[in-house]
């Protein structure tokens, strides 16, 4: 298979996750909006938001972290060894034993949900009023992980078969379950954020539930089975140890950041997770469609031992990630003040609320390159099942991250934290490409870095036609309806001049992008 076929299958499968992430970002928006304007940046949003991320950790570490990079490679590999009821016998087994440890999990954390909340937040232990909240809401929550846990084992199934559709599209019923619950339920409720729980249980089940037709599509739908003896299984747990950290290090340094900021005002945590989510967006649609497009290619190369196609593929996810999020680091650091003001402020979500998010986004900003990259680079380490080297460069990037936490909390506050989130993701994506190298030898690293510096003048060239527009505009708080015309028209002017740009530099990706672009209709 050619390198341009190696690349276009990626783009192909990369634009439904992408396609399918940007519509649920975009709900993603509707919901942390409406968040905003009911709850602000306050006591209850803290609350909230503290006990969704212990809750959502399964999520971050299974759906697009361990369980997915441990399971498909050898899902893949068994596919090309197995017969249809043999392989139909195997995912019923792991999705029984799956269900099984998901429970007792959901259980312990229940009964453990203080302790667990004191030890994440022990900040919110000062506010007894805060921290029981977030204890009940952590409490409710728990049984999430049931559903999340079983979604991520349906998703690495579809996903070794290349169907990606489904998996991509249940975020967008996860946010409408979130939506709906603020507006038709919170307003019969004594405590208006216990819906928001409400919606999340909600959310994971839709989840789960839009992949049972498409398992049955492709013959692979689960029954209870206790055949737990498999080697195959056996081969998930070695590599989803280590993975669960490995991969995970973005989540565990994001709750290293809410440990810091528990100790920090009231807001702060709401803060760096509404900044958070805009980050996620650039991430989500293209870091993670990427990566979650080029594990499966990247799996059967390893698994055929065809090393070119390998680096072919690397090197391609790689330069088109760069491709995307070089220039949307640029748009965010010019626009990050006027994009929370226009996505966020009203009702309860003000001026203050508006100038923390906005300086948590701008330093968030800086890491996002290596975050996405490092997606890319650490799916290699998972398609050749080996789990020890991305653990070691998490438990170092991890110190790195706690040591600039210290020195930059003091004068930075949330804003240090951030930046010490960014810091980190440079050193775990750094490691990791060196490794790379010395493992695999070169895999296009000229024709990387080459596409990176033009990819980055093209956005200085665009950063320079939009940063005057902002200016001249005016854009701020006292004229907020007019950032939905201003702010909408930049990005649309920064974005073709963008393209424009890296036309002039004759920047290959353009013609990717356009696939991308294309295939998504």
């Not at 619950?181 to 089940?205: K, M, R, T």
């Not at 390998?310 to 949307?328: E, Q």
């Not at 997606?375 to 040591?403: E, G, H, M, Q």
């Given at each position: 298979?050619?390198?341009?076929?190696?690349?276009?299958?990626?783009?192909?499968?990369?634009?439904?996750?992408?396609?399918?992430?940007?519509?649920?970002?975009?709900?993603?928006?509707?919901?942390?909006?409406?968040?905003?304007?009911?709850?602000?940046?306050?006591?209850?949003?803290?609350?909230?938001?503290?006990?969704?991320?212990?809750?959502?950790?399964?999520?971050?570490?299974?759906?697009?972290?361990?369980?997915?990079?441990?399971?498909?490679?050898?899902?893949?590999?068994?596919?090309?060894?197995?017969?249809?009821?043999?392989?139909?016998?195997?995912?019923?087994?792991?999705?029984?034993?799956?269900?099984?440890?998901?429970?007792?999990?959901?259980?312990?954390?229940?009964?453990?949900?203080?302790?667990?909340?004191?030890?994440?937040?022990?900040?919110?232990?000062?506010?007894?009023?805060?921290?029981?909240?977030?204890?009940?809401?952590?409490?409710?929550?728990?049984?999430?992980?049931?559903?999340?846990?079983?979604?991520?084992?349906?998703?690495?199934?579809?996903?070794?078969?290349?169907?990606?559709?489904?998996?991509?599209?249940?975020?967008?019923?996860?946010?409408?379950?979130?939506?709906?619950?603020?507006?038709?339920?919170?307003?019969?409720?004594?405590?208006?954020?216990?819906?928001?729980?409400?919606?999340?249980?909600?959310?994971?089940?839709?989840?789960?539930?839009?992949?049972?037709?498409?398992?049955?599509?492709?013959?692979?739908?689960?029954?209870?089975?206790?055949?737990?003896?498999?080697?195959?299984?056996?081969?998930?747990?070695?590599?989803?140890?280590?993975a669960a950290f490995g991969l995970g290090?973005?989540?565990?340094?994001?709750?290293?950041?809410?440990?810091?900021?528990?100790?920090?005002?009231?807001?702060?945590?709401?803060?760096?997770?509404?900044?958070?989510?805009?980050?996620?967006?650039?991430?989500?649609?293209?870091?993670?469609?990427?990566?979650?497009?080029?594990?499966?290619?990247?799996?059967?190369?390893?698994?055929?031992?065809?090393?070119?196609?390998?680096?072919?593929?690397?090197?391609?996810?790689?330069?088109?990630?760069?491709?995307?999020?070089?220039?949307?680091?640029v748009g965010l650091f010019i626009l990050?003040?006027?994009?929370?003001?226009?996505?966020?402020?009203?009702?309860?979500?003000?001026?203050?609320?508006?100038?923390?998010?906005?300086?948590?986004?701008?330093?968030?900003?800086?890491?996002?390159?290596?975050?996405?990259?490092?997606?890319?680079?650490?799916?290699?380490?998972?398609?050749?099942?080996?789990?020890?080297?991305?653990?070691?460069?998490?438990?170092?990037?991890?110190?790195?991250?706690?040591?600039?936490?210290?020195?930059?909390?003091?004068?930075?506050?949330?804003?240090?934290?951030?930046?010490?989130?960014?810091?980190?993701?440079?050193?775990?994506?750094?490691?990791?490409?060196?490794?790379?190298?010395?493992?695999?030898?070169?895999?296009?690293?000229?024709?990387?870095?080459?596409?990176?510096?033009?990819?980055?003048?093209?956005?200085?060239?665009?950063?320079?036609?939009?940063?005057?527009?902002?200016?001249?505009?005016?854009?701020?708080?006292?004229?907020?309806?007019?950032?939905?015309?201003?702010?909408?028209?930049?990005?649309?002017?920064?974005?073709?001049?963008?393209?424009?740009?890296?036309?002039?530099?004759?920047?290959?990706?353009?013609?990717?992008?356009?696939?991308?672009?294309?295939?998504?209709?």
């Open positions: 298979m050619s390198k341009e076929v190696h690349a276009r299958s990626i783009t192909g499968a990369a634009s439904v996750v992408g396609g399918a992430t940007a519509l649920s970002r975009v709900l993603g928006y509707v919901r942390d909006a409406a968040i905003a304007y009911v709850f602000g940046a306050g006591v209850y949003s803290d609350a909230f938001f503290m006990a969704f991320r212990i809750s959502n950790l399964l999520r971050r570490l299974l759906g697009e972290g361990a369980l997915t990079s441990s399971f498909v490679p050898i899902f893949t590999e068994e596919l090309g060894r197995r017969d249809g009821g043999e392989i139909k016998r195997l995912l019923s087994s792991i999705f029984t034993l799956f269900f099984i440890i998901l429970v007792v999990l959901a259980a312990a954390g229940i009964i453990f949900s203080s302790e667990i909340v004191r030890f994440l937040s022990p900040g919110f232990a000062q506010d007894p009023f805060k921290f029981n909240l977030t204890v009940r809401l952590t409490q409710f929550m728990f049984p999430y992980m049931v559903f999340v846990g079983l979604m991520a084992i349906a998703m690495g199934a579809l996903n070794s078969v290349r169907h990606f559709a489904a998996p991509a599209v249940s975020p967008v019923f996860f946010n409408l379950a979130i939506i709906a619950a603020i507006f038709l339920v919170a307003p019969f409720l004594d405590s208006p954020v216990y819906a928001l729980a409400i919606g999340v249980l909600a959310g994971g089940f839709f989840q789960f539930i839009m992949q049972v037709p498409y398992l049955k599509k492709f013959g692979l739908m689960p029954r209870p089975s206790f055949f737990f003896n498999d080697a195959a299984i056996k081969q998930i747990f070695l590599l989803m140890g280590p290090v973005y989540q565990i340094n994001s709750f290293v950041s809410l440990w810091f900021s528990s100790h920090l005002p009231e807001g702060s945590v709401s803060y760096l997770y509404f900044s958070g989510r805009l980050m996620e967006l650039p991430i989500g649609v293209f870091g993670v469609a990427v990566a979650t497009a080029a594990l499966p290619s990247l799996s059967g190369h390893a698994a055929k031992k065809d090393w070119d196609g390998l680096r072919s593929s690397l090197s391609f996810a790689l330069r088109i990630v760069n491709f995307v999020t070089i220039p949307a680091t990050s003040y006027p994009i929370i003001i226009t996505l966020f402020m009203r009702g309860e979500f003000g001026d203050a609320a508006v100038a923390g998010t906005a300086v948590a986004l701008y330093y968030y900003a800086i890491g996002l390159v290596p975050v996405s990259s490092a997606r890319i680079l650490t799916s290699v380490f998972y398609s050749i099942k080996d789990t020890t080297t991305p653990v070691w460069v998490a438990v170092v990037s991890l110190f790195v991250n706690v040591f600039f936490c210290f020195i930059l909390v003091g004068p930075l506050k949330h804003g240090g934290l951030a930046l010490a989130n960014s810091i980190s993701a440079v050193v775990n994506a750094a490691l990791l490409l060196i490794i790379l190298r010395k493992r695999f030898g070169m895999f296009g690293g000229k024709d990387i870095l080459t596409s990176a510096i033009k990819s980055l003048a093209a956005s200085v060239v665009m950063g320079v036609v939009m940063y005057p527009a902002i200016l001249y505009t005016g854009i701020d708080a006292k004229h907020k309806w007019m950032n939905f015309i201003v702010v909408p028209i930049a990005v649309a002017v920064g974005l073709c001049v963008y393209i424009f740009a890296s036309r002039i530099f004759k920047s290959k990706e353009t013609a990717f992008l356009k696939d991308f672009l294309g295939k998504r209709g």
